[in-house]
């Protein structure tokens, strides 16, 4: 466990917290004027390693090589040149802080962080994080790296969840939500929509599922996995025959054979770390998905029965009315698939430099 405190006169600014991994999702603007919970759980903190918030550099002022070091091979509007590594907590976690009224900028309906550190020390005024309530950004608190310090306190964090306790666990990320517009309850002013999770998850591990066609189209597991990827990759690749093949693996599931070309697998939700298979010789490209959504999809609810007459079987229970579904295709979150696509060096390749460029254009159309 861990606390926060000043840089500037050590006063304690969170309560005790675990680290975990950042959510996928981290960096996700969605929609317009949506309403987005709490980014963090409540008792964890996870860190950014990138840069983040001002100042802010045009790609126009930026040499290709100097982005290069950074790790981004293609376009992108602009780049963070902020510190790197804030630490990103829920709200309720802060303590000891004030905010900035001069910094609270923000777009229509809170504050998003664009002007800087919003936030500062209650007992000596330094500026120490920066809160996020925005519509259509998660909300969430980033303490900033240079103004703060890590405390270990209390006994260490727990060993993590192996991979066979975190299936028997069963947190799985439903696919569908109720999507609330801002300033209202769940009630009359929402909307049942596809996860904005799953369409972060999906984004960022087509971009992967992208870098591994190796130049032949790319087919997925029948069900929801071929629902929310196949519709584009069969626009974005080339035709052709020997399609690549993805399957899904990771604990639980059966062990993929050796001609499979790309494993769909987990990631961990407190290490960040991706599954492996067992097998060394397995050569097939790892692409991550977050370990709820990837639970979903690799063991998948049962859609339990309705009997056409009478009433419900013994022993069989459903929710009524059952979840509505979305009345729209799943489109994959464009900045989750930008985010990860360009910084993937595969992205230099003739055929996957063009599609970075052409994002618009395949909004557009549907895909995003």
């Known amino acids: 466990m861990y606390v926060f405190v000043c840089g500037g006169c050590g006063a304690e600014l969170t309560t005790p917290l675990s680290q975990v991994a950042l959510p996928t999702h981290a960096h996700q603007k969605y929609g317009n004027g949506l309403q987005l919970p709490v980014l963090m759980e409540a008792g964890t903190f996870a860190e950014d390693p990138e840069p983040w918030g001002p100042p802010w550099r045009g790609w126009e002022e930026i040499h290709p090589e100097e982005a290069a ?62 809160r996020i309530d925005d519509c259509s950004l998660w909300q969430a608190v980033r303490l900033a790296p240079d103004a703060v310090c890590r405390l270990s306190v209390g006994d260490a964090d ?21 999507i609330a517009t801002r300033g209202s309850r769940l ?7 596809w996860s904005p999770q799953w369409e972060a998850a999906v984004g960022r591990a087509l971009a992967h599922l992208l870098a591994a066609f190796r130049g032949r189209p790319v087919t997925v597991p029948d069900g929801l996995s ?10 974005l690749l080339p035709a052709g025959p020997m399609a690549r093949r993805a399957v899904l693996a990771g604990p639980g599931r059966p062990i993929a054979d050796r001609d499979v070309d790309i494993l769909l697998v987990p990631t961990h939700p407190q ?12 050569s097939a490209y790892r692409v991550p998905l977050p370990f709820g959504v990837w639970l979903w999809l690799a063991f998948p609810k049962p859609h339990l029965p309705l009997p056409a007459s009478g009433g419900m079987p013994d022993g069989v229970l459903r929710d009524d009315p059952p979840a509505p579904r979305p009345r729209y295709s799943f489109r994959a979150d464009p900045g989750a698939f930008q985010h990860t696509l360009v910084r993937l060096p ?17 909004m557009r159309a549907g895909l995003f």
């Open 346 to 362: 595969a992205v230099r390749s003739p055929w996957l430099r063009t599609i970075p460029g052409n994002l618009t254009r395949h």
């Open 158 to 178: 727990s060993v993590p969840l192996t991979w066979t306790e975190l299936v028997e666990e069963g947190k799985s990320t439903p696919p569908f939500e109720p």
């Open 187 to 193: 009630g009359t002013n929402h909307f049942w929509s």
């Open 226 to 235: 071929k629902e929310v990827f196949q519709r584009a990759l069969d626009a």
């Open 69 to 130: 070091a950074r790790g981004i091979y293609a376009p992108v509007h602009a780049l963070s040149y902020g510190a790197p590594g804030s630490f990103v907590i829920a709200p309720g976690d802060a303590r000891g802080t004030v905010l900035i009224p001069e910094m609270a900028g923000g777009y229509c309906c809170g504050l998003d962080g664009a002007d800087g550190p919003n936030m500062a020390c209650e007992a000596c005024g330094l500026p120490v994080a920066t």
């Open 271 to 282: 290490t960040g770390q991706t599954w492996a298979p067992a097998d060394p010789g397995t």
